[in-house]
């Protein structure tokens, strides 16, 4: 009886984990994405951003987040922001529902044009509904001034 117990949970509880935690797509390759920047990053300048998107076919992978975003999980757009002498990369997607932001020049802040979130230089949340703070992503510059590398994953087609 404890045996046919056992493989009852067993056989209920497999389909149910798979649906929770998936396993990675095997079309999903992880690799560096090359990305130009609409201007050299040295002449980023303090309290800018600069918006930048995900190659075609591809996307960016967010190594941290709250809410909708989470490690992992693909954007396909990104902001570079200068920022107490700091670089940092975020990904594009609001962690309140996943809507795309934008940068405010005049403000030197994020907006997200669907529930009104606002996030600072350091992604930060200034005001919400989003309880968490901008995902960032993993970048390194590229041999042109005008170009970075970020992590991300081939997308299927």
Same mark, same amino acid.
């Given at each position: 009886?404890?045996?046919?117990?056992?493989? =009852?949970? +067993?056989? @209920?509880?497999?389909?149910?984990?798979? $649906?929770?935690? %998936?396993?990675?797509?095997?079309? &999903?390759?992880? &690799?560096?994405?090359?990305? #130009?920047?609409? &201007?050299?990053?040295? =002449?980023?300048? !303090?309290? *800018?951003a600069i918006g930048f998107t995900a190659p075609v076919a591809a996307a960016? +992978?967010?190594?941290?987040?709250?809410?909708?975003?989470?490690?992992? &999980?693909?954007?396909?757009?990104?902001?570079?922001?200068?920022?107490?002498?700091?670089?940092?990369?975020?990904? #594009?997607?609001?962690?309140?529902?996943?809507?795309? $932001?934008?940068?405010?020049?005049?403000?030197?802040?994020? !907006?997200?044009?669907?529930?009104?979130?606002?996030?600072?230089? !350091?992604?930060?949340?200034?005001?919400?509904? @989003?309880?968490?703070?901008? #995902?960032?992503? /993993?970048?390194? %510059?590229? *041999? #042109?001034? /005008? *170009?970075?590398?970020?992590?991300?994953? /081939?997308?299927?087609?």
């Amino acid at each position: 009886m404890a045996g046919l117990l056992g493989a =009852t949970v +067993v056989a @209920a509880a497999g389909p149910l984990l798979v $649906y929770l935690y %998936p396993p990675p797509d095997p079309k &999903q390759r992880p &690799q560096k994405l090359r990305v #130009s920047l609409p &201007q050299a990053l040295d =002449t980023i300048a !303090e309290g *800018e951003a600069i918006g930048f998107t995900a190659p075609v076919a591809a996307a960016f +992978v967010m190594i941290d987040g709250g809410g909708t975003n989470g490690p992992g &999980q693909p954007t396909f757009g990104g902001f570079l922001t200068r920022h107490r002498g700091s670089i940092r990369a975020f990904a #594009s997607t609001c962690p309140h529902l996943g809507c795309n $932001y934008a940068y405010d020049a005049g403000a030197h802040r994020f !907006e997200c044009p669907c529930h009104g979130s606002r996030f600072d230089l !350091e992604g930060r949340v200034l005001r919400g509904p @989003a309880a968490n703070p901008l #995902s960032h992503l /993993s970048w390194a %510059p590229a *041999e #042109s001034a /005008s *170009e970075i590398v970020v992590d991300g994953v /081939s997308m299927p087609a």
